[in-house]
């Protein structure tokens, strides 16, 4: 099946910093991106969908300015959590479909951030 | 309000023995539903899924049930192997280039 690669897969950072995590699609271009978040024995929550070369769309209650998603390339999304603070720490996984062949959506491994 | 419901957060099942795991939804726009497997700290990986216009769908010990009428899937797996236990999800979508919609998941704990 398509491979999504998300990177890093484990994140530990000090309160007020940023991190930035990587998802990548390895054998098939992906216009379109999506970030789930789970907390711990939840299901995966939407929270935003990366579009390529224009501004992700962000699901009701999620903060943009907080989650920064950039999907500069057919290949590439990335989501930044800004100015961490330890309630954001969670389990991040981004997906991406591949419409025209397979309804299912490939994901990737997931990051844990685990801020402190 | 919960579009797909897994209302069953656990399940244990003897080795060799058949489990059912059952999913709700209430979108009826919903054209698309699959079954994906999770273990802890990784991301979900694809099991089955099976197309509205569909009533069964089967792919080795897998196979996956839908009744439109009821709005309900399940999933069954048999027989049941120890490596089965993980967290299954159920998703739905619309067709074309949209998110997945997830149930809360239902742990499924398969006994030697």
């Known amino acids: 099946g398509a491979v999504v690669s998300q990177h890093p897969s484990r994140v530990i950072c000090k309160s007020g910093t940023s991190v930035k995590i990587e998802c990548r699609s390895l054998?098939?271009?992906?216009?379109?991106m999506f970030w789930y978040r789970q907390f711990p024995k939840q299901s995966l929550m939407l929270m935003a969908t990366?579009?390529?070369?224009?501004?992700?769309?962000?699901e009701q209650g999620v903060e943009k300015d907080k989650f920064l998603i950039n999907h500069a390339s057919l290949t590439l999304s990335t989501l930044t959590v800004t100015s961490a603070h330890p309630e954001d720490s969670s389990f991040y996984i981004c997906?991406?479909?591949?419409?025209?062949?397979?309804?299912?959506?490939?994901f990737g491994q997931g990051t844990r951030l685990t801020v402190v | 309000d919960q579009q797909v419901k897994q209302n069953s957060p656990s399940l244990s099942v003897q080795e060799g023995r058949i489990s059912i795991l059952n999913c709700d939804y209430t979108?009826?726009?919903?054209?698309?539903f699959l079954w994906y497997k999770k273990y802890p700290a990784e991301g979900p990986t694809f099991l089955i899924s099976i197309s509205s216009i569909k009533d069964k769908n089967e792919d080795g010990r897998f196979t996956v049930f839908l009744n439109k009428s009821a709005k309900h899937l399940s999933l069954h797996i048999v027989p049941s192997q120890p490596g089965d236990s993980a967290v299954y999800f159920c998703a739905a979508s619309v067709s074309g280039n949209t998110p997945l919609v997830f149930g809360k998941g239902t742990r499924l704990s398969v006994i030697a």
């Open positions: 979108n009826s726009m919903f054209d698309y």
């Open positions: 997906s991406a479909r591949v419409p025209l062949f397979r309804p299912e959506a490939f």
């Open positions: 990366s579009n390529e070369g224009s501004k992700a769309t962000y």
């Open positions: 054998d098939f271009q992906a216009t379109t």
